[in-house]
């Protein structure tokens, strides 16, 4: 039996980050970065330095350090 996961779903492995390329991200970070603590976007990918997400055709770049949580959103 094969499943979806679920809308909430948080992405953790580096697996995670390469299946769900693409897909809509809720990103929180520990602090305000930019202004905002909450990122919506299409997700890029991240290496050992960033979080990349597409926000409407603009590249958004999240340090690391800054991410608390990465989850799956229905929402771009």
């Known amino acids: 039996e094969v499943s979806s996961p679920g809308i909430s779903r948080q ?3 580096d697996r995670d980050f390469v299946a769900f390329k693409g897909f809509a991200v809720l990103v929180k970070t520990y602090a305000p970065f930019k202004g905002k603590k ?6 890029q ?4 330095e960033s979080l990349y997400l ?10 690391r350090q800054q991410v608390a949580k ?3 959103s229905d929402q771009e």
């Open 11 to 13: 992405l953790i492995t």
């Open 38 to 43: 909450a990122w919506t976007g299409r997700l």
């Open 45 to 48: 990918g991240r290496d050992e």
């Open 54 to 63: 597409n926000q409407k055709g603009r590249a958004i770049a999240i340090p």
């Open 70 to 72: 990465v989850q799956l």
